[in-house]
């Protein structure tokens, strides 16, 4: 991939996950879903993309997390040498992250678009309470007495803490910078040290690949051992097992309850403390090459094995999606069912038998063969009144079919009221249901009948023609084929002609019981022309029925299934979009962790070894 390529996928694979954290914001049950997933997508702006941008790997960051009041303000000044950042007694001060830059040489802050993604830099020093979506950058000050900043390197961030995994503000400002950093140091009290949300959250930064190291704070210096060794055991002993099956090492650190004195003077009256703590971070980071490369190579398999975890949301709502689908078409096979049983098998145009009558009249002579016409049909009269009295004696009275339009409202009714149902009875199982079901009770079925009605009008326009047309081309293929119309009415003529003839010879001298054989005749010629045009009559009625159920389909039944499918859609949440992320993201996961491991592997150079972008100069 060219870099342009990179920097547009690593955009992509953000976006998408952004996309789904903010689909999982809108259900409070998916709270931790959408805070795992703004890790992944701060771990692909973040880290990966600058890593693959060949920004430096210097400084590296070290991010001081853990719940409210855990300590963290403190440790950061511990870390720092000085009292820096504001420990305050009120549990959840700090609101938003600031970055403790070292003193000394300027270091090129990172410059990657995306970088910290919503997070703005605000220039202007803030108190740690301001709860906005801004981080802070200062600069600490100089090493008193001309001494070693230990941690040159690196920037400290002092957090905000992780007690709910609701308050999207905190969570999200916290995954920025747990995300960005290479080295995390977990503060977690003596009386909570075993809370659920902070404790998920430090097993979601194990399984991220994050270097951990825990400071235990505030408990008495006789429990300082058993309490870490409680922790080891409680906490860490549950952590989950790294990709190749390992357990991931934590070192453990007391901060037993410290007085005023000692934690206004971290460097000096608390260098008991600080020392190992710093001893720890930098045994775990020992080049910034190789601690970056750690950073971005676990952040890559994290989100190549977790990537499928991340979808699973995403997965089990389309199932629910497909669900609904499937009820909609379930309820348009049984509406057009109804429609086929209670108004087509019993419809029987009898706009037809217009066409039928005239197919008829079309066989008889135009013009001086009329008046033989006429002299047959006189003939005929016995025939003709013997048939009608037959027929209204034998022939039931059509059954009383019930209107199109009532079976059809009827059906769609029922096709409404069993979705309502159904959406009712799964409401409880998962939103996508739930909103359905809300939707049904603010106008769902309104707006659907409404859909229906309008759409009838067009049917409405379509059937009628549609059926003129299918009589018109049965007449048509009579009227417009003038050779074979003159031949059937000439045969007809000859087929009376000749039972006329036939009659007078066969019977010469006839008798008057023989001359009533010559209407016999003609009647049976006449009604043989009669069987024939039902039957083509017949034919095309059969055709347009079956024109009709498409129609139905193809105007009614179908558009409304699919407005019906596509509800759940709207309203902020997209069935589409679903498809899409999930369809884009393990496939831009993959290309993106091809590129880091090709890169570690030294196959293209090291970002260290890359030239670095002009350096930008944080003050504090
Ligand atoms: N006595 C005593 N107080 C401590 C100790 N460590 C921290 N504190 C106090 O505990 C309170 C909270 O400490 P912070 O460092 O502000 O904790 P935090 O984790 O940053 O808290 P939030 O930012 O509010 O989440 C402050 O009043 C600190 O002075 C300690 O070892 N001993
Ligand atoms: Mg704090």
Not at 52 to 73: E, F, N, R, T, Y
Not at 308 to 319: K, N, P, S, T, Y
Request: charged share 20%.
């Amino acid at each position: 991939m060219q870099p342009l390529d990179t920097r547009a996928a690593v955009g992509e694979l953000a976006q998408d996950l952004g996309w789904l954290e903010n689909y999982c914001r809108q259900q409070p049950e998916l709270a931790m879903n959408a805070g795992t997933l703004r890790l992944a997508s701060a771990l692909t702006r973040n880290v990966i993309g600058p890593f693959l941008d060949d920004q430096p790997a210097m400084p590296l960051h070290i991010a001081v997390v853990g719940g409210a009041g855990a300590g963290k303000s403190t440790i950061v000044n511990f870390l720092a040498g000085s009292v820096v950042a504001e420990a305050n007694p009120q549990a959840g001060y700090t609101r938003h992250p600031t970055a403790y830059l070292p003193a000394g040489p300027t270091f090129p802050w990172p410059s990657y678009i995306g970088f910290m993604g919503p997070l703005n830099r605000i220039s202007e020093e803030k108190p740690a309470d301001l709860d906005q979506d801004v981080y802070q950058v200062k600069r600490l000050p100089p090493p008193a007495a001309g001494g070693l900043d230990p941690l040159s390197e690196f920037v400290i961030w002092d957090c905000p803490d992780m007690t709910t995994w609701a308050s999207a503000g905190y969570v999200s400002r916290l995954m920025e910078v747990a995300a960005l950093a290479d080295l995390i140091v977990y503060v977690a009290s003596d009386e909570r040290y075993n809370d659920a949300v902070p404790t998920q959250f430090l097993h979601l930064l194990v399984k991220a690949g994050k270097a951990v190291v825990v400071v235990l704070t505030k408990m008495r210096e006789g429990d300082a051992g058993p309490l870490a060794d409680h922790f080891r055991r409680e906490v860490l002993g549950r952590l989950p097992k790294l990709p190749g099956g390992t357990t991931p090492a934590v070192p453990v650190l007391a901060f037993p309850q410290l007085p005023q004195t000692v934690r206004s003077d971290p460097a000096g009256a608390g260098a008991k403390y600080r020392v190992p703590l710093l001893n720890q971070i930098l045994v775990q980071c020992e080049t910034a090459v190789a601690a970056r490369a750690r950073t971005v190579t676990n952040a890559a398999r994290y989100l190549s094995t977790a990537g499928e975890g991340l979808l699973d949301v995403a997965r089990r709502d389309l199932a629910e999606f497909d669900a609904w689908k499937g009820a909609v078409i379930a309820g348009e096979a049984e509406f057009k069912d109804r429609y086929r049983r209670e108004f087509l098998s019993g419809e029987q145009f009898r706009r037809f038998d217009r066409y039928r009558e005239r197919l008829i009249d079309l066989l008889e002579l135009p013009g001086a063969g009329r008046m033989l016409g006429n002299v047959l049909w006189v003939l005929r009269t016995p025939y003709r009144w013997t048939r009608n009295t037959i027929a209204s004696m034998v022939v039931r009275p059509d059954m009383l079919n019930l209107s199109e339009q009532t079976v059809l409202s009827a059906a769609l009714m029922g096709w409404l009221d069993k979705l309502q149902a159904e959406a009712l009875a799964r409401a409880g199982s998962h939103m996508v249901w739930k909103g359905i079901a809300q939707g049904f009770e603010t106008g769902l079925g309104t707006q659907a009948r409404d859909k229906f009605q309008q759409d009838y009008r067009t049917f409405e326009l379509k059937e009628t023609d549609e059926l003129e047309h299918a009589g018109q081309q049965m007449v048509d293929a009579l009227e417009k084929n003038p050779a074979v119309l003159y031949a059937l009415r000439v045969g007809k003529l000859a087929t009376d002609v000749m039972v006329v003839g036939g009659v007078l010879i066969l019977t010469w001298v006839p008798s008057w019981y023989h001359l009533l054989l010559i209407p016999l005749g003609v009647s049976a010629t006449h009604q043989t022309a009669e069987l024939v045009a039902r039957g083509a009559a017949e034919a095309a009625r059969a055709r347009v029925r079956n024109q009709r159920e498409s129609l139905v389909a193809s105007a009614l039944a179908d558009p409304l299934a699919e407005w019906l499918a596509g509800r759940p859609a709207t309203g902020g949440t997209s069935f589409e979009r679903l498809q899409q992320v999930l369809k884009r993201v393990p496939e831009t996961i993959h290309r993106l962790d091809e590129q880091v491991a090709a890169r570690v592997a030294g196959s293209i150079p090291l970002a260290a070894s890359a030239p670095t972008p002009p350096p930008e100069h944080p003050t504090a």
